[in-house]
């Protein structure tokens, strides 16, 4: 057996909250609900956001409004059963 090749897990295994897998999806809920909420108002170390810079980023070429409306026109309507209000 190697011990160095990466193990297949299945998601329940994955996701565990207070030592115990989020089997049901309203158990993995409340596992969102609690983790957010105990989080939500803790401080922010900044340092950490600094790594950030490393990763290239993409430049977009400028466009106007009117050739975004133009390029999404044809699909406002195509893509579900109701509209999308993109327009």
Known sequence: MTWDNKRKLPAIEMINHNGSPCLKLNVFWQALHSSFNS????SIDEIVLNELGSFYSLSWPEF???EFTQAIINYCDS???KPNKLL
């Open 79 to 81: 893509s579900s059963p």
């Open 39 to 42: 989080a939500q108002f803790w």
């Open 64 to 66: 106007s409004e009117e």
